[in-house]
């Protein structure tokens, strides 16, 4: 089993800056994608950025260039540096981790519980 765990969350002003952790733990034999997907009240989840194992990143075009996904693969570790906050920002932020448990193991969808970001207009 694996547990993923989100840290990092809370309340900011507008054109402030959070940054947000997710580590994997457990029964992990590698990871191939790592992401953060967000809700908004009242809204469906969405996705925000991913960074696979090589490096290669994406963005949902709202957040480039205020965004920055980064991963540590030797502690499991992803990061979303958030700059320039917006209003429309704010939601329950999740990690998403793509990991396998052995070298011939299935890959598999984890996720977090979740960490609340809030932007004051």
């Known amino acids: 089993q694996v547990q993923v765990v989100e840290s990092g969350g809370g309340l900011v002003q507008a054109g402030g800056s959070l940054r947000l952790s997710c580590a994997a733990s457990?029964?992990?034999?590698?990871?191939?994608?790592m992401a953060w997907y967000r809700q908004a009240p009242g809204k469906q989840r969405e996705f925000v950025a991913r960074?696979?194992?090589?490096?290669?990143?994406n963005y949902v075009n709202s957040v480039k260039g205020r965004f920055t996904i980064s991963r540590d693969n030797a502690k499991n570790t992803v990061y979303l540096q958030m700059n320039s906050l917006k209003a429309e920002d704010t939601g329950v932020y999740y990690c998403?981790?793509?990991?396998?448990?052995?070298?011939?193991?299935?890959?598999?969808?984890?996720w977090g519980q979740g960490t609340q970001v809030t932007v004051s207009p």
């Open positions: 998403n981790v793509v990991a396998s448990s052995s070298e011939t193991g299935p890959w598999i969808n984890y």
């Open positions: 457990g029964s992990i034999f590698r990871i191939s994608v």
């Open positions: 960074i696979v194992s090589g490096g290669s990143t």
